[in-house]
C-alpha cells in the first residue's frame, strides 16, 4: 500500500461509508460525530465496514483494544488507518 495522506485516508474512510450505506455520506457527517450513530450503522453494516477495511487498508480490523475506540469518530477512524499504514 502506498502512504496516503489522512486527507486521502478520510476520503476513502467517506467513500466506504457511502458504499455501505448506498448513499452520499459526506452532508452527514463531521469529523468528529459518531459516524456509527449519525449513519445508523446496524451490526451487519459494521462487520461489512470492518471487511471493507481490510480490503482497502491492507490490516485485519477489529484485533486490537485501540480498534473499537476508533469507531467512535471518523477523526478517531483515519488517525487510526494513518497510524497502521505508517507502521
Known amino acids: 500500500m502506498s502512504t496516503r495522506t489522512p486527507e486521502e ?5 467517506l467513500t466506504l461509508l457511502g458504499g455501505i ?3 452520499d455520506v459526506r452532508a452527514a457527517l463531521d469529523d468528529d460525530d459518531n459516524f456509527m450513530r449519525a449513519l445508523h450503522l446496524d451490526s451487519l453494516d459494521a462487520v461489512e465496514l470492518t471487511v471493507q ?3 482497502e487498508f491492507g490490516f485485519e480490523f477489529g484485533t ?6 476508533a469507531l467512535q469518530s471518523l477523526s ?7 497510524k497502521r499504514a505508517a507502521a
Not at 485516508?9 to 474512510?13: G, H, N
Not at 486490537?64 to 475506540?69: G, H, I, S, V, W
Not at 478517531?76 to 494513518?82: E, K, M, R
Request: proline share 0%; glycine share 4%; aromatic share 0%.
Open 9 to 13: 485516508i478520510r476520503e476513502s474512510l
Open 21 to 23: 450505506k448506498r448513499r
Open 53 to 55: 477495511l481490510g480490503a
Open 64 to 69: 486490537e483494544d485501540e480498534d473499537l475506540d
Open 76 to 82: 478517531a477512524l483515519t488517525a487510526l488507518v494513518a
